[in-house]
């Protein structure tokens, strides 16, 4: 098992910049691969950045491309999402999950272990 915790979410102004963390506790961490979903209200989860399980390739989705950076600290057990720039429309829970799967596009079904979340709520 692993256990995933989320935190660093809040309220910002569009144009503001946070940076999410991901502890984790459990089995070992540096063996999984790691990723930062999305889920905006009303709306699918959706994959936002993710990395392989020694954090020495990544994936983002073109939205956040140049603007949002994912990194690992493996000798801390966390994972971090780095935000810049954010929008308005970037709104969601933010969700970090763990899984075992190649490093690509993943969906909901494709990670083992999940996070409760974090809210980040940008206001334009």
């Known amino acids: 098992q692993v256990q995933l915790v989320e935190s660093g979410g809040e309220l910002v102004q569009a144009g503001a910049s946070l940076r999410l963390s991901c502890a984790a506790s459990g089995r070992t961490f540096s063996g999984y691969a790691m990723g930062w979903f999305r889920q905006p209200p009303g709306k699918e989860r959706e994959l936002v950045a993710g990395?392989?399980?020694?954090?020495?390739?990544?994936y983002y989705v073109d939205f956040v491309k140049g603007r949002f950076t994912i990194s690992r600290d493996n000798a801390k057990k966390t994972a971090y999402l780095q935000m810049n720039s954010l929008k308005p429309e970037d709104t969601a829970d933010y969700y970090c999950?763990?899984?075992?799967?190649?490093?690509?596009?993943?969906?909901?079904?494709?990670?083992?272990?999940w996070g409760k979340g974090t809210l980040v709520t940008v206001s334009s």
């Open positions: 999950a763990a899984g075992l799967k190649g490093l690509g596009y993943w969906v909901h079904s494709d990670m083992i272990y």
């Open positions: 990395f392989n399980s020694s954090g020495g390739a990544t």
